[in-house]
């Protein structure tokens, strides 16, 4: 059974603390990225990642940091510096990153700031 | 500055009724547009793909739209059902790059 996967679906965090979101893949991609959506607002790109070991800044990375060890996964910490971190948080990956293929999105993980 | 734009933001519409939703963007230059479809709390779906050389793709009661030299793009729902009712996300992608650029999506609401 082919996909992307998240977890978990809800987080709750408390101010001050790091947290980490889980991303896994076995469609055998090797780009992946994370997105975050706020209501009324596009997706905005946070990181991505091209290819294993290596990954770039998106659009709002402050806050934010990433691993890529593992084709397979691309996990996300939303450390205590990202000061509005509510939001709904969504890992894709594609197989051709060059020319626009096609993002697959896992089912998100919804992180609430207690 | 490539921009994606939507409208409306919001549409609500009886079961059975034709819509249609609309795609402006400022991308250049451009490689390809897709309409994603997301249902509440869930990941995006892609629904259609073009290139600037398409300027019609259909699946199912889906049909999309691209006018490469207006720069617009349209999704068509046909004979609506319950289930449609979602965000439905306008996606280009730049030539040249694959930071593609999202737009705020469109929330359709479906009535009985």
């Known amino acids: 059974d082919g996909g992307i996967t998240q977890s978990p679906k809800y987080l709750f965090r408390k101010e001050g603390q790091n947290v980490t979101l889980s991303c896994e893949q076995n469609?055998?991609?090797?780009?992946m990225y994370w997105y975050r959506q706020d209501p009324g607002q596009g997706l905005r790109l946070i990181y991505y990642s091209q290819i294993v070991n290596d990954f770039q800044k998106g659009d709002i990375a402050e806050g934010y940091s990433v691993s890529r060890e593992k084709k397979e996964s691309f996990p996300l910490t939303v450390t205590s510096a990202q000061k509005n971190p509510t939001a709904f948080y969504l890992c894709?990956?594609?197989?051709?990153?060059?020319?626009?293929?096609?993002?697959?999105f896992g089912p998100g993980t919804r992180l609430t700031v207690l | 500055k490539n921009q994606v734009e939507q409208s409306p933001q919001s549409l609500i519409i009886l079961e059975g009724k034709n819509c249609t939703l609309q795609?402006?963007?400022?991308?250049?230059?451009?490689?390809?547009l897709r309409w994603y479809k997301q249902d509440t709390g869930r990941g995006p779906v892609s629904l259609t793909i073009?290139?600037?050389?398409?300027n019609t793709k259909s699946n199912g009661r889906y049909t999309a739209t691209l006018d490469a030299d207006t720069k617009q793009s349209s999704l068509h729902i046909t004979a609506s059902q319950l289930s449609d009712s979602a965000s439905y996300i306008c996606?280009?992608?730049?030539?040249?790059?694959?930071?593609?650029?999202f737009g705020a999506g469109t929330r359709l609401f479906v009535k009985a």
């Open positions: 894709a990956s594609t197989s051709n990153s060059l020319t626009g293929g096609e993002q697959f």
């Open positions: 073009m290139t600037f050389s398409e």
């Open positions: 795609c402006n963007y400022t991308v250049s230059p451009f490689s390809n």
């Open positions: 996606v280009v992608t730049p030539g040249g790059g694959f930071k593609t650029i």
């Open positions: 469609l055998n991609h090797d780009a």
